[in-house]
């Protein structure tokens, strides 16, 4: 069961969190949204979090932030991740 999700900067990539999973996928140039989804999709890194629930890319799109729902949950920052390394294929 998917949670949240979010669309690059660039409208290049989108991702889309469950509790205990993150998925990519890359959204073809040009194309609509939904067809994203018909491509292959990438696992992506999380943390443990209590009931993990949200993300979000960076602003430049190279690194997406993660956050569980409790009072005063962490905010996890992975840079460097699959993202980076599509980008830059």
């Not at 990519?24 to 140039?29: C, D, G, H, S, T």
């Not at 943390?47 to 993300?55: C, L, R, T, V, Y």
């Not at 602003?59 to 991740?81: C, K, L, N, V």
Request: glycine share 12%; proline share 6%.
């Amino acid at each position: 069961m998917s949670d949240r999700g979010d669309i690059s900067p660039d409208g290049k990539f989108v991702i889309i969190r469950g509790l205990f999973n993150a998925s990519m996928w890359v959204r073809p140039k040009g194309k609509e949204l939904w067809r994203a989804f018909r491509t292959k999709h990438f696992r992506l890194e999380l943390m443990q979090e209590p009931q993990g629930e949200g993300i979000c890319f960076d602003a430049d799109g190279r690194g997406y932030f993660t956050i569980g729902e409790m009072q005063h949950p962490p905010i996890y920052y992975f840079a460097g991740s699959i993202v980076s390394k599509k980008r830059d294929s």
